[in-house]
């Protein structure tokens, strides 16, 4: 810690002082290690509990609930008009090259292996990463976890890994959903807009996709769901000072999420086109 | 209480026989390099109640959740019933805590459950059968006067109900020793006076060991020189000078035990400070 001497002379001083800067800095690195540990440990001890008593079957079914059927609308809506747009943009770069019969290969291959999981992801995101700093921290701050500590049960088990599931599982279903719309929707403009062949579409959507394309668009909205809960939880769980740290984690729970997602995003995606090629 | 309500519930945890409630032994614990509590060492002995004073943010609220194991202390020893909570991991405090019921200072009921789920919650993790849980509930909320709220929320109850609701539900495990934070903070004066009550019956009629902080001393020397008269239901003035000799009184001032004896000695104390906070 900076000596007490150098924090009493004022700002002046300390200015001329190097040790200030590097008190802070040196501050700033041990909070961010040590908020990476702490969530290091509260997704390790998350994974763990899956695998130990007691189960929260029904807490589970609630959150899927929550997360998944309450999420459904604003899916459908991004996911349809994302693939609408991309149909819209797509069919006017590609007509330059004579290739707007490849709009429905553009969009499905877009929609299935980036557009659908990120976009889904970011919006369960905006909502249930929100949603659950938001519950936990008030929890937190009400002396509600402390509550059910004292009551002999485990906030982990009760609270966090329930939400983990059901976000996992949810945002793999609710991706599909997005990409089927998707897919949809870019067919909605292409037949109805631009005046294609909705079979011809159709036929080309389905032919440009390859099982690795499929597995990709799969795989990511696994790890974009365990993101989005862990991170939610996180900052739920360590909120600090009353209503205003409600309000803080609740906005740092998006933006590291949301940043999250898309970094893991890049690393999923060259590391499955290293394996399969596409 | 009624008979249901002295089962104790299922652990594999018991408190150690003949041990005592709890035992601080020179425990000190910091914040942010600002030392809260400083070498705290105390008993609390079978059916004894320690009420806790001092002024805010003298380290009581934080004492109190050391002896419950919800956090740890930098140095120093905690036992609860034998058992040295410092020394063992979460999930093993996890089970000591059906032996120890807690209130906290607003409460801290879940808002998003009914009344009947706070006050049933640590038996429904147990998965007592939704029956029993209903009677227990039910009768752990006529102990404190509130059983036709079961179906309500806790925005719905006024703070005193949902301190009686607190306390009912710290009680529906029949606890061995019970941590009150509190109890009657920011309460009026006759709803605190209810909610010592409800304390004194605890006390007189079953002798659970407790500790309770409080700022009001009118509340502490209530508790210290009345009992409650289960026949008569109410509470009763002992004799003048008499106090009640399960009843002992703790002080913390800047993190430190400064007082840790009878009411007798407390007012009869020559030290200024004590002198000077009690007068």
Do not use: W
């Not at chain 1, 557009?115 to 919006?123: Q, R």
């Not at chain 2, 409460?107 to 640590?122: E, T």
């Amino acid at each position: 810690m900076f000596p007490v001497r150098y924090r009493r002379v004022g700002i002046a001083v300390c200015r001329y002082n190097s040790p200030m800067p590097f008190a802070t800095l040196d501050g700033f690195a041990k909070k961010s290690v040590r908020s990476v540990q702490d969530y290091a440990t509260l997704s390790g001890q998350a994974i763990t509990n899956l695998f130990r008593r007691p189960r929260y079957v029904n807490d589970i079914f609630t959150q899927a609930d929550i997360i998944g059927v309450g999420s459904i609308p604003i899916v459908i809506l991004t996911g349809f008009f994302t693939g609408a747009v991309l149909a819209l943009q797509s069919s006017s770069s590609l007509a330059t090259f004579g290739a707007t019969a490849l709009t429905g290969t553009l969009v499905s291959l877009s929609m299935i292996k980036e557009l659908g999981p990120v976009l889904t992801s970011l919006m369960i995101s905006g909502r249930n990463a929100s949603g659950m700093a938001s519950e936990l921290g008030s929890m937190v701050v009400t002396e509600q976890i402390d509550a059910m500590r004292a009551l002999g049960t485990d906030p982990m088990k009760k609270l966090v890994v329930p939400r983990m599931v059901a976000t996992v599982v949810m945002n793999f279903f609710l991706t599909i959903i997005s990409d089927t719309v998707g897919t949809l929707g870019g067919a909605f403009v292409a037949v109805y807009l631009l005046g294609q062949s909705g079979s011809q579409y159709f036929h080309t959507a389905y032919q440009s996709l390859q099982y690795p394309d499929v597995l990709q668009g799969l795989v990511k909205p696994i790890f974009f769901g365990f993101i989005i809960a862990s991170v939610g939880c996180y900052f739920g769980m360590s909120t600090r000072g009353g209503t205003q740290g409600v309000g803080r984690s609740t906005t740092q729970a998006v933006v590291v999420a949301s940043v999250l997602i898309i970094v893991i995003d890049f690393i999923i995606s060259r590391f499955m086109i290293g394996i399969f090629g596409r | 209480m009624p008979a249901a309500l002295q089962e104790p519930t299922a652990s594999r945890f018991q408190p150690k026989p003949g041990e005592l409630p709890v035992v601080f032994e020179d425990v000190s614990i910091a914040f942010d390099r600002n030392e809260v509590l400083k070498h705290i060492s105390f008993q609390v002995k079978h059916g004894e109640t320690r009420l806790l004073l001092g002024p805010a943010g003298s380290g009581k609220s934080v004492l109190l959740k050391l002896a419950n194991g919800l956090i740890r202390p930098d140095s120093g020893r905690i036992f609860v019933f034998g058992h040295e909570i410092t020394a063992m991991e979460e999930k093993e405090i996890f089970e000591l805590r059906s032996a120890v019921g807690m209130v906290f200072q607003e409460g801290a009921l879940f808002d998003s459950m009914n009344i009947r789920d706070n006050v049933g919650f640590q038996l429904m993790e147990h998965h007592v059968p939704a029956d029993e849980v209903d009677q227990r509930v039910e009768e752990a909320l006529k102990f404190v006067e509130l059983d036709k709220t079961m179906e309500k929320f806790p925005s719905q109850l006024s703070g005193g109900m949902r301190r009686r609701v607190a306390i009912a539900r710290a009680i529906i495990a029949k606890p061995s020793l019970l941590l009150y934070d509190s109890p009657t903070g920011g309460l009026d004066p006759i709803t605190s006076t209810n909610i010592i009550a409800l304390i004194m019956k605890q006390r007189d009629v079953y002798h659970t060991s407790s500790i309770l902080i409080t700022h009001r001393l009118q509340d502490a020397f209530m508790l210290a020189t009345h009992y409650f008269d289960k026949e008569k239901n109410t509470m009763i003035a002992l004799p003048e000078g008499e106090a009640d000799r399960d009843t002992s009184f703790m002080l913390l001032h800047e993190g430190k035990l400064v007082f840790d004896g009878s009411t007798h000695d407390l007012v009869h104390s020559d030290d200024p400070f004590l002198k000077e906070y009690l007068s």
